[in-house]
């Protein structure tokens, strides 16, 4: 279905693989696929944390908080999600022999935020199903923030979908405004899935039509068709790192201020165990001006 509300002024901002789980069965080239995992892995431990033993399905290896890669007897396994996927989807593709999870999104700006916010998608896809008697689960998860996320299908089909404010989920004002579309293919539809997509000419145009077409076949009215403009930008998300800091600014700072104001400063940065100079660092940048009985002090 194509809207009648089709605008230029909606912009696509990205068609990407959002998420792939791949394994490699065969001895012959599997060193390759676990090289190519491997710098997924290196990858996202510069940007996001170390890795970490894990294991799953048999397979153990290492993990962080984008990627995992592991072996087991027979073979090895790379799952990548997010940025990572984007960037490392086609490689790892290419050099596996099975796809056990594909997710593909579209990410868009949408200008009538009333008329094509999740909720009023849930309300068209429930009309349309009533209406075409058809057995697919249509829900919405609401939130206190007012933002929802619409479900088609079951998680434990081999398709399920979802749409939902990326700017609330991600947390990032790149995002202001913007609407993410996700369809999640499993078992062997993904594996068929990944092989079109690898083989297809444009890849960025192969997802929107499949992500568009899914969608609109269960009755959510996109306000963009396949033919809409494009201003295709690489998936950004919250690292680790981010996140850390986040949460210390919002639960640590203010602890931290109200015991600087009783003057507990000092007593403070022993806890945080700093240095010496780590003290005198942080009373320079942070407070302004030289603390001469503060810097004197000797912290054990």
């Not at 944390?49 to 073979?75: I, M, N």
């Not at 986040?246 to 165990?273: D, F, H, N, Q, Y």
């Given at each position: 279905?194509?809207?009648?509300?089709?605008?230029?002024?909606?912009?696509?901002?990205?068609?990407?693989?959002?998420?792939?789980?791949?394994?490699?069965?065969?001895?012959?080239?599997?060193?390759?696929?676990?090289?190519?995992?491997?710098?997924?892995?290196?990858?996202?431990?510069?940007?996001?944390?170390?890795?970490?033993?894990?294991?799953?399905?048999?397979?153990?290896?290492?993990?962080?908080?984008?990627?995992?890669?592991?072996?087991?007897?027979?073979?090895?396994i790379c799952r990548c999600s997010g940025v990572l996927a984007?960037?490392?989807?086609?490689?790892?593709?290419?050099?596996?022999?099975?796809?056990?999870?594909?997710?593909?999104?579209?990410?868009?700006?949408?200008?009538?935020?009333?008329?094509?916010?999740?909720?009023?998608?849930?309300?068209?896809?429930?009309?349309?199903?009533?209406?075409?008697?058809?057995?697919?689960?249509?829900?919405?998860?609401?939130?206190?923030?007012?933002?929802?996320?619409?479900?088609?299908?079951?998680?434990?089909?081999?398709?399920?979908?979802?749409?939902?404010?990326?700017?609330?989920?991600?947390?990032?004002?790149?995002?202001?405004?913007?609407?993410?579309?996700?369809?999640?293919?499993?078992?062997?539809?993904?594996?068929?899935?990944?092989?079109?997509?690898?083989?297809?000419?444009?890849?960025?145009?192969?997802?929107?039509?499949?992500?568009?077409?899914?969608?609109?076949?269960?009755?959510?009215?996109?306000?963009f068709d396949c033919a809409a403009p494009s201003l295709q930008?690489?998936?950004?998300?919250?690292?680790?790192?981010?996140?850390?800091?986040?949460?210390?600014?919002?639960?640590?700072?203010?602890?931290?201020?109200?015991?600087?104001?009783?003057?507990?400063?000092?007593?403070?940065?022993?806890?945080?165990?700093?240095?010496?100079?780590?003290?005198?660092?942080?009373?320079?940048?942070?407070?302004?001006?030289?603390?001469?009985?503060?810097?004197?002090?000797?912290?054990?």
């Open positions: 279905m194509v809207n009648e509300e089709v605008s230029c002024e909606t912009i696509v901002r990205e068609c990407a693989v959002d998420w792939i789980t791949c394994t490699r069965s065969s001895e012959s080239g599997l060193d390759n696929f676990l090289i190519r995992g491997a710098r997924a892995l290196k990858e996202d431990s510069r940007e996001s944390e170390h890795p970490v033993a894990f294991s799953w399905q048999g397979y153990a290896g290492l993990k962080t908080a984008h990627c995992f890669v592991g072996e087991r007897p027979d073979g090895a984007s960037r490392h989807w086609s490689t790892l593709g290419s050099l596996a022999t099975n796809c056990s999870r594909l997710d593909l999104q579209v990410t868009y700006f949408n200008h009538t935020p009333l008329s094509h916010s999740p909720k009023q998608q849930f309300a068209y896809a429930r009309a349309w199903k009533l209406s075409h008697v058809q057995s697919h689960s249509v829900s919405l998860f609401a939130s206190d923030d007012g933002t929802g996320t619409l479900y088609l299908g079951r998680r434990a089909s081999d398709k399920f979908a979802r749409l939902y404010d990326k700017a609330a989920e991600s947390g990032l004002d790149h995002y202001a405004g913007c609407l993410r579309a996700e369809v999640e293919v499993k078992g062997r539809l993904a594996w068929n899935v990944l092989r079109a997509l690898i083989h297809t000419e444009s890849a960025q145009a192969f997802i929107l039509s499949y992500v568009h077409d899914y969608f609109t076949q269960r009755g959510v009215r996109f306000p930008t690489e998936p950004r998300s919250r690292t680790d790192h981010q996140r850390k800091l986040e949460w210390l600014e919002a639960c640590v700072r203010p602890m931290i201020s109200k015991l600087a104001a009783c003057g507990k400063l000092p007593e403070v940065l022993t806890a945080l165990g700093l240095s010496q100079a780590e003290c005198d660092q942080f009373l320079d940048l942070k407070l302004g001006q030289p603390q001469p009985q503060f810097s004197r002090r000797r912290l054990a």
